[in-house]
T-cell receptor, first 112, second 115 residues
């Protein structure tokens, strides 16, 4: 158990809908990272938040957004969902100036 | 752009045999390098990491990796594979700076272990 909690574990939704994925980092970790894992793209970095502020962006679509709250949990919002958004979404956390990230179990999103 | 290449998509070994999974990274300042393992339906678990110093690093579950700057490689090894090692293995490097967890991953290598 990495200490990073993601909910829900599975999510099935229809095209055009909006979903929210939630991540609770390890106790004391200020950084939260979101990744997408799909068969065609592999593991791709989406976005990094540190103590509530956006720090880095990767290949994140405009339809996707994230935020980190004062209690340090983070949410990834996916809107206007398309079939191609079906993937495993991971959250990871690290200490403020840590050198490794710890991953949650992921949320498997299926868009039908 | 920084990249990580895992040349082998799928490797099959017999239980008890030795294992080496290959990883090459693109040229750049000394990277921070990692190996993660993902079992079916599971998240990514960190096996080991290299930042600096001794180029042979030890990890969990009996794995080790060697950083070779001249070959831009960071290969993962295990002397004797167990059936429970069957999983997908990912090599990764980070971007440094303040985004330590911003990782670039290789495509992954699926390991099958035969009894």
């Amino acid at each position: 158990d990495s200490g990073v909690t993601q909910t829900p574990k599975h999510l099935i939704t229809a095209t055009g809908q909006r979903v929210t994925l939630r991540c609770s980092p390890r106790s004391g970790d200020l950084s939260v990272y979101w990744y997408q894992q799909s068969l065609d793209q592999g593991l791709q970095f989406l976005i990094h938040y540190y103590n509530g502020e956006e720090r880095a962006k990767g290949n994140i679509l405009e339809r996707f957004s994230a935020q980190q709250f004062p209690d340090l949990h983070s949410e990834l919002n996916l809107s206007s969902l398309e079939l191609g958004d079906s993937a495993l979404y991971f959250c990871a956390s690290s200490v403020a100036k840590g050198t490794e990230a710890f991953f949650g179990q992921g949320t498997r999103l299926t868009v039908v | 752009a920084q990249s990580v290449t895992q040349p082998d998509i799928h490797i099959t070994v017999s239980e008890g045999a030795s294992l080496e999974l290959r990883c090459n990274y693109s040229y750049g300042a000394t990277p921070y390098l990692f190996w993660y393992v993902q079992s079916p339906g599971q998240g990514l678990q960190l096996l080991l990491k290299y930042f600096s110093g001794d180029t042979l690093v030890q990890g969990i579950k009996g794995f080790e990796a060697e950083f070779k700057r001249s070959q831009s490689s960071f290969n993962l090894r295990k002397p004797s594979v167990h059936w429970s090692d069957a999983a997908e293995y990912f090599c990764a490097r980070n971007a440094g700076g303040t985004s330590y967890g911003k990782l670039t991953f290789g495509q992954g290598t699926i390991l099958t272990v035969h009894p």
